[in-house]
């Protein structure tokens, strides 16, 4: 047999670095929190390697938290929060960001919808401007949701209606969580989005945007003490609301379990019933993130 001279020295040395290394993370990295008087909780770490920011919101509201005639609101609104505010009109977000060095992103999922921005450091107070800008003072301007419910409608039938993974994809969903409301899928039925009302948006928004409903995580080329001071100025004197419920758990019977010869179409004008769903239609599990 062989003797492997380095065999022990190697391992003693990746023992070393494995036990070493939550040590070594937790003192070079470490997280500051702090949860503003609205409720939105904040979290902040600090990497000067380079002058820029990364700066997430993750807000609790995702395809769970809908029901039958709201399903795809939480998809939606990842669209409207860049059609225009108060203060950011229509198409100014993206420029103004630009402008100032910085990117953006978003996406939906069954739990959660998040927000990416990227900038430098010397954007800070701007990125906080327009965040507190479309939290607070969204545009319902019923020409953009009119516009926008049809980008969302064909990004449904080009994902999943004329393309059988996303048809197989949702009737996998549908057939899995019959008694949960994961059964539906994150970019909603047609028949629910040709249908939703301003209530029902108003609504949905109200509770999923509230405050005390998210999370923001910050790292980069900050200090606590100033991201906790752009929180303040900006973001805490929005009010908090009432949050989502919690998600749906339904009814099960056996008439609920999919049928393969459903008759519903994806394009139908009623809301398909708990059979027929499972003939529609889903995008993959993450929705929208290069949807816009």
Known sequence: MKTNWMGRPALALMAAFLIGAPVWGQAEFPVATKTLKNGMKVLVQTDHSIPNVALYMFY?????????GTTGLSHFFEHMMFNGAKKYGPGELDKVMEANGGANNAYTTRDVTVYQDWFPRSALPL????EADRIRDLSFDPAKIKSEREVVASERRLRTDNDNGGLLDEQLWATSYIAHSYQWPVV???????????EQLKHHFEMGYAPNNATMVVTGDVSPEEIFALCEKYIEPIPSHVPPPPASRLPQSPSSRCSANSPYQSGASDPPSSSARCRSS???P????DAR
Not at 127 to 130: E, Q
Not at 192 to 197: A, F, Q, R, V
Not at 286 to 289: D, I, L, Y
């Open 60 to 68: 609790r509201v995702g395809s769970r938290n809908e029901g039958p």
């Open 127 to 130: 990125i906080y401007d327009i």
């Open 188 to 198: 909603g039925w047609m028949s629910d989005i040709e249908h939703w009302t301003m």
């Open 282 to 284: 889903i995008p993959p």
């Open 286 to 289: 993450a929705t929208g993130t």
